[in-house]
């Protein structure tokens, strides 16, 4: 995983078009800055638009300290560690878990949060959200 700051204004459409732009190239960098980073399955990236944090991940295990907010989100599509609404997925390894939970516990606040789109590291393509994240994210998907 990878933080920053981006050093914006807050509050800002310009800078969160711009947020939106260094995320995506921070992605761009872990994929290729992380040994096998292309044989990944999945790689994100979220920012707070009132601080300018960002964060990427790679999808992976389930983080050992969740915040409580996704421990909600979570629970109404069956928990971490379920398999949700997915037949494949299991609730909490996603990417898209990984950085909202890395931003929460840095003190974001969730409706602070946006989303890029998920990317397959393989190809540098985007890849559509699994059924979990589109219930748990939808509010954070730009």
């Known amino acids: 995983m990878s933080k920053g700051r981006s050093g914006l204004f ?3 459409t310009a800078n969160a078009k711009v ?7 921070a992605i761009h960098d872990m994929i290729i800055n992380t040994k096998g980073g292309k044989n990944k399955s999945m790689a994100i990236g979220a920012y707070d638009i009132k601080t300018g944090e960002i964060v990427t ?3 992976g295990s389930i983080p ?4 409580p907010e996704l421990i909600k989100r979570a629970i109404k599509i069956g928990g971490i ?7 494949k997925n299991t609730v909490g390894v996603c990417a898209e878990f990984q ?4 931003l929460l516990l840095s003190g974001s606040n969730i409706s602070d949060i946006k989303l ?8 540098g393509k985007g890849r559509p959200y699994c059924t979990n994240c589109k ?8």
Do not use: C, E, W
């Open 116 to 123: 890029t789109h998920a990317i397959r590291p393989r190809t």
């Open 64 to 67: 050992k300290t969740i915040h």
């Open 81 to 87: 560690g379920s398999k949700g609404l997915s037949t």
């Open 10 to 12: 807050p509050n800002s």
């Open 99 to 102: 950085v909202v939970n890395a």
């Open 135 to 142: 219930q748990m994210f939808s509010d954070l998907i730009n």
């Open 19 to 25: 947020l939106r732009a260094i995320t995506y190239r």
């Open 57 to 59: 991940a790679f999808a």
